[in-house]
C-alpha cells in the first residue's frame, strides 16, 4: 500500500475493561495469544509505523516489539485520551486508530478510511457499520491535537462531539461488519474463538 503521507497505527487498549472483571483486555488469551496480536498483524504490514495506547502491563505490551504510549492522565479519561497521547507521541500527518478487542479487522478497514479522508478533504473519517458510528475505528489528522486538548480539558469525552467540530465524513463500512466484532467478556472471547476456527 502506497500513502500520500506517512501514517502512523494506533492500538488503543488503554481501557480499564471494567466488563471483563478488570482485566487487560489486550492482552487476554485469544487463540493462543494475546487479542491484541490479531489486530496488529492485520494492519502493521500496511503502515509506516505501529503504537500501543495502554496503561497499565506496559512491559508485557513492550514485549510485543512496538512503543507503548500511556495517556498523560491516568484516571482513564476513555479513547480520546488515548488519541491525544498518540498525537503528540508521533511526527505522522495521519493517524489510524482501532481498538484492541476487535481480531477480525481487516486490512480493507484501513484503505478505505484513509482513502475516504482525503477523497473528501476531511479531517476526521470514522467507518459506519450500517446501523451506527464506529468512532473508534478512524482516521484523522495529528494536527488536531490543540483541538482535542482543549476539548479534553474543558471536560468533554465524547467522541462524536469532537468530531462535529472538525470537518468530518462517516465512511459506509456496512459489508464488512466483522470488523468491528468486539470481545467485552470471556464469554464474548470464547464464542468467537469457536467461529473463528470455522472461518
Known sequence: MTHSSQ???VILAGGQGSRMGGIDKGLVEFNGQPLIKPVIEAIAPHVDQL????NRNLEQYEMLGYPVVSDADNDYLGPLAGFLAAMKAVNSKELFFVPCDGPL???ELLERLLKARRENQAEIAAAHD???LQPVYVTL???LAE???AYLNAGERKIDRWYKQHVFTEVDCSDI????INI???EERNQLEQIRKTL
Open 7 to 9: 501514517v502512523t497505527a
Open 51 to 54: 503504537i500501543i495506547n495502554a
Open 105 to 107: 479487522l481487516k486490512q
Open 130 to 132: 450500517g446501523n451506527r
Open 141 to 143: 489528522l495529528s494536527s
Open 147 to 149: 483541538s482535542l486538548e
Open 177 to 180: 461488519q466483522d470488523c468491528f
Open 184 to 186: 467485552n467478556t470471556l
